[in-house]
């Protein structure tokens, strides 16, 4: 199931990098939208990674419904067509019910995907992923990233080294079909007739961010992030491939195998999100769906709900 035009049309998206603060201007926009949020990030899909992946609380959730959050254990994989489909079907159901479906989030592999539909690819080969997987554990994550720079550089490019499953999936590909996954997911965008009322993500300063990004690091390592990180690994069945490799689950997981200390791990969780922030300012003006809204930082969720609710009056 994927998105019609109609249903995109009512639909809004708040999109923007990691730490920007997208969740607190959501929780506005949804009370003077009289909308639900949906989730529009990877992680949070699973249960139990709460603190890392700075899930809504309990009182956030009472504020406003939030759908695709907790609706998969950590030993699944979960891909993005299946997020596609629960997506929409979450959508409609929001719709019939005369409220606004507000999607909130920084995967911007999710945002595309509903946005333009699904990249044709060949389905998943086990043999040849765990092929990889063995290759990758023998001669090291930047010896596979390496080999995907030399058969499609482009998707090297905006991959990290550690981003394993991607790097996979992109090998993957290519073995299967000798073509590049950059060249099978170049999607069109959508006549503008056809696209959403608004998709705008925050555009912070970098250095504002930077520092925002390691207080928040420090606060959620402080909240529990470590244990909770700990009783991820001690879950029957244990967490899949896609968990471990959560930005900051991989490093606290390192440190717990005694393979670097706590510091270490903390201070490699802060550079890790600083690339990804970096990626994720790239990723979103290449949509030209998305407007962007640059935002100083000091502003307040209601005065960044107020923004977005203005430019789409001015659409």
């Known amino acids: 199931m994927e998105f019609s035009s109609s249903l995109l049309r009512a639909c809004w998206f708040l999109a923007g990098p990691t730490a920007s603060g997208k969740s607190a201007a959501a929780l506005t926009l949804a009370r003077l939208l009289n909308a639900e949020i949906i989730s529009l990030d990877s992680m949070a899909v699973y249960r139990g990674m709460d603190v890392g992946t700075a899930k809504p ?3 956030e959730r009472e504020q406003a419904v939030h759908h695709l959050i907790d609706i998969a254990d950590p030993h699944q994989e979960f891909s993005v067509a299946e997020f596609v489909r629960l997506a929409a079907a979450a959508a409609t159901g929001i719709v ?28 998943a080969n086990w043999e040849l992923r765990q092929s990889l997987e063995r290759q ?4 090291g994550p930047q010896w596979l990233h390496n080999r995907l720079m030399s058969c499609d550089p482009i998707t090297a490019s905006r991959l990290h080294p550690n981003d394993m499953r991607r790097i996979i999936r992109a090998l993957e590909v290519f073995e299967l079909t000798g073509t590049p996954i950059s ?3 170049q999607q069109h965008p959508r006549p503008e007739s056809d696209r959403p009322q608004l998709v705008v993500w925050l555009e912070p300063p970098r250095d504002w961010l930077r520092n925002r990004i390691d207080q928040r690091v420090d606060r959620m390592i402080a909240s ?34 005694v393979h670097q200390t706590l510091e270490a791990a903390v201070g ?17 003006p290449n949509l030209v769906e998305c407007r962007s809204l640059p935002i100083t930082g000091q502003e307040s969720a209601e005065s960044l709900a107020g923004q977005i609710i203005e430019m789409a009056r001015g659409v």
């Open 57 to 59: 609380t309990p009182v």
């Open 96 to 123: 019939q019910r005369g409220l606004v479906p507000l999607f909130v989030g920084g995967t911007g592999l999710y945002l595309r995907s509903i946005l333009r539909g699904l990249a044709d690819g060949p389905e």
């Open 136 to 139: 990758a554990v023998e001669h």
């Open 183 to 185: 060249e099978s997911q």
């Open 224 to 257: 529990g992030w470590l244990e909770e990180t700990r009783q991820l690994l001690q879950r029957q069945p244990p967490p899949g491939r896609t968990a471990c490799q959560a930005l900051g689950y991989r490093e606290l997981i390192d440190h717990l195998g």
């Open 268 to 284: 490699q969780i802060k550079t890790a999100t600083h690339q990804f922030a970096k990626r994720q300012h790239t990723w979103f």
